[in-house]
């Protein structure tokens, strides 16, 4: 076991949620304080038991977990409160990374914020950031979408309300839906630059980067496997003229509703929904 600073074992963990970072699969990414964190705080809610008592046995932390996940947060939420108010120090953990990032808390925080308790960020990895950093992509501006609709026909209602965002779009996807979701990025985005980034930190990590319609081509014959961050170049910047509106709305006007159509629209260029609904109905009425 590492022996923590005085800075360190000094930190006073005092009544609040501690939201803590965990690995994202290299067991040496973990923070001095979140270690100290785990060896002290009063009680530690995980999103997996099994998988936090791993981690915890690498430092030699033995400890009793609780569980807090989707299934039984709305039960678990008013007895964490209830301890916060009572002057305990409750940590908050998920399977890998920082917990709410794709993963459970984010109702808890909110009920402690309303409930005027304190949340303290014990940060550390998160697989978006991982993946952002060293994809080469544009940082001073990015979207984090987490996973796509499964199906392709939501998949795509989802990328063609992205496919005019500026921002780099980081995604995370499972190796199963890797290659259809390349090709319905490739259908709604054109060819952009992605990077497949797969099982960070990790034995068999991988970069795969190009432009979309090299990568899906070069991917769709391989069967990977592991955890995969998707990251894509955001849209060049173009003048938004009313043409512009017109030929995006055209195109979504030819397989959804009008409803449908201009509030992805709407969304797209960040303009008021009723403007776009009254110009796809002219455009729904001349094209019909
Ligand atoms: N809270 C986590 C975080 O901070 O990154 C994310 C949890 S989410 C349930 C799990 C997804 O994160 C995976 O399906 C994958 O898309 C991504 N992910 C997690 N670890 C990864 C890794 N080592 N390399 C690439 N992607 C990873």
Redesign the pocket.
């Given at each position: 076991m590492i022996a923590l600073p005085a800075s360190i074992t000094n930190e006073v963990l005092t009544p609040g949620l501690y939201v803590l970072?965990t690995p994202?699969?290299?067991l040496g990414d973990i923070t001095l304080r979140t270690l100290h964190a785990l060896q002290n705080l009063d009680y530690i809610y995980s999103e997996d038991t099994r998988v936090t008592q791993t981690l915890l046995g690498a430092y030699g932390i033995r400890r009793k977990l609780l569980n807090y996940h989707d299934h039984n947060g709305a039960k678990v939420r008013p007895l964490i409160i209830q301890q916060i108010t009572q002057g305990a120090s409750v940590g908050l953990v998920?399977?890998?990374?920082?917990?709410?990032?794709?993963?459970p808390g984010c109702k808890l925080v909110s009920a402690v914020i309303h409930e005027n308790l304190c949340v303290f960020s014990f940060p550390g990895?998160?697989?978006?950031?991982?993946?952002l950093t060293v994809s080469g992509m544009a940082t001073d501006a990015f979207r984090f979408c987490?996973?796509l609709p499964t199906t392709s026909n939501q998949r795509c209602l989802k990328l063609k309300a992205l496919s005019c965002v500026s921002e780099t779009l980081i995604?995370?996807?499972?190796p199963l839906r890797l290659g259809a979701v390349l090709s319905d990025m490739h259908a709604c985005f054109g060819s952009r630059q992605v990077c497949v980034?797969?099982?960070?930190?990790?034995r068999f990590?991988e970069v795969v980067r190009g432009s979309l319609d090299d990568v899906s081509i070069g991917l769709s014959t391989m069967t990977l496997k592991?955890?995969?961050?998707?990251i894509v170049a955001g849209c060049p910047d173009k003048e938004t003229t009313p043409e512009t509106i017109d030929a995006t709305l055209v195109t979504i006007l030819e397989k959804h509703s009008v409803k449908d159509a201009s509030r992805l629209v709407a969304e797209m260029f960040a303009r008021p929904r009723q403007e776009i609904y009254m110009r796809a109905l002219k455009l729904k009425n001349v094209t019909s």
């Open positions: 970072a994202i699969g290299n998920s399977d890998a990374g920082t917990p709410l990032i794709s993963d990895p998160c697989a978006a950031i991982a993946g987490g996973f995604f995370y996807e499972t980034a797969r099982e960070l930190t990790k990590e592991g955890e995969i961050v998707l």
